[in-house]
């Protein structure tokens, strides 16, 4: 196991109260429990925001584009300042100004390596200086490239198996922001075993 996988998240309920603690490792282990994370996605001044392919490595969706960058607040840590971490660890970028667009719960199975993410999610759009450097680690970046947003929406639709399934939430709430009081969980909630779970993998609250 790797040290961040031993690290500490904060076990949430469904209306984002915390009400106890497990390892990264745990919370990811099938059933899966709820727990708090954070999506940053980082708009240039046109618009176009920076997408990572995860590497290879990842213990969860590897080798799929994802927004550009995630994580999970330790108990007692801000979110600005975990996200912050979490931007210099993974992209050697940062610190930068984050806001809040929204908030959701997602429920997804890795099929490729029997981990499940069900995350309290919280999306923060960080405005991206085109002079900032960018330095990613090979351990947590394959690739990197910008998108237009709406595009990426549709191309979410045609093939959502080149992305992470929590991707299509974290657009649709950058491009119609609800705000840090959204107690939206949309329809990706539901762990396996319910009447909805429909499939393994879904989309993200899109």
Do not use: I
């Amino acid at each position: 196991m790797n040290s961040r996988e031993e690290h500490l998240v904060e076990l949430v309920d469904e209306t984002g109260n915390a009400h106890g603690e497990t390892t990264v490792a745990a919370a990811h282990q099938p059933p899966g429990q709820l727990h708090r994370a954070f999506s940053v996605l980082l708009v240039d001044p046109d618009g176009q925001v920076l997408l990572q392919r995860r590497a290879a490595v990842k213990t969860r969706f590897p080798l799929r584009w994802a927004n550009s960058c995630c994580g999970h607040p330790r108990p007692g840590e801000s979110l600005a300042e975990a996200a912050n971490r979490r931007l210099r660890e993974e992209l050697g970028a940062g610190p930068v100004e984050l806001t809040e667009v929204g908030v959701y719960a997602y429920y997804a199975e890795d099929p490729a390596t029997g981990r499940v993410e069900f995350e309290y999610d919280h999306v923060l759009r960080g405005e991206f200086r085109p002079s900032a450097p960018l330095l990613p680690d090979p351990n947590e970046v394959a690739e990197l490239r910008w998108a237009d947003p709406a595009a990426l929406e549709a191309e979410l639709d045609l093939d959502p198996r080149s992305y992470a399934p929590w991707l299509g939430g974290v657009v649709s709430r950058l491009l119609r922001p609800t705000g840090s009081a959204a107690a939206a969980t949309g329809p990706a909630t539901t762990p396996p075993g319910s009447a909805a779970d429909d499939t393994a993998e879904r989309s993200g609250g899109r």
